[in-house]
């Protein structure tokens, strides 16, 4: 059971998050260190209460400890997270910025014609405002797509953020995943909410 203690120390030393991954851990010991080491690593860069959207923000990040992608979406040089200009995430993630992601620096792409959705390894969508975006998504199968928009599951999307009792969950669209390229650790799915 993670005390108060053990919350400081993974604030203190959460790049551990990791190397824990790599060794041979108990499961429900790294479902534990992940959540813990989200909360704190946000802590430690907010003075203030930590707000929803930093919560939010550093899950994109951890979620890619429990993913797979295809080894040729991993010859990219970098990690790309791809969001629009004026994502309520964006300030919380470029905070974490200089962070190593799958032994790769982690960028921010903003969503716009010149960027290819194909170079993201994870693109968060903030709003669905077009008539044809469940096929804008469709053809995306090595991307792991992720929102807090209403409906998002049901247009094809992978993974939706939702609060319940002022906490953050998340809910998996276990179809659309499992017709994608992409792996998702079976320990971390059952923490989620299935769709539908």
């Known amino acids: 059971m993670l005390t108060i203690q053990s919350t400081i120390t993974i604030q203190i030393e959460c790049h551990l998050f990791s190397i824990m991954l790599k ?6 010991l790294k479902l534990a260190i992940f959540y813990a080491c989200v909360v704190a ?19 994109l990040i951890h979620l890619s400890e429990f993913t797979d992608w ?6 990219l040089p970098f990690f790309s997270i791809c969001l629009a200009a004026d994502s309520p995430l964006r300030a919380s993630l470029e905070r974490m910025v200089s962070q190593v992601v799958k032994n790769k620096p982690l960028v921010l792409h903003t969503i716009n014609p010149s960027i290819s959705k ?10 669905m ?10 053809h995306l199968d090595s991307v792991l797509t992720v929102s807090s928009e209403a409906d998002f599951l049901k247009q094809g999307g ?3 953020y939702y609060l319940d009792k ?5 809910q998996v669209n276990l179809k659309t ?17 299935p769709f539908p």
Not at 23 to 28: G, Q, T
């Open 23 to 28: 060794i041979s851990a108990h499961p429900l």
């Open 41 to 59: 690593q946000v802590s430690a860069q907010t003075p203030m209460p930590v707000s929803v959207n930093e919560i939010k923000a550093a899950y």
């Open 70 to 75: 295809p080894d040729e979406k991993m010859q």
């Open 118 to 127: 194909e170079t993201c390894h994870i693109l968060y969508v903030d709003e």
């Open 129 to 138: 405002n077009t008539d044809d975006f469940a096929q804008q998504i469709s």
């Open 158 to 160: 992978i993974i939706q």
């Open 166 to 170: 002022n906490t953050v969950k998340m």
């Open 177 to 193: 995943l499992n017709s994608s390229k992409l792996t998702i650790s079976s320990k971390l799915l059952r923490l989620m909410n």
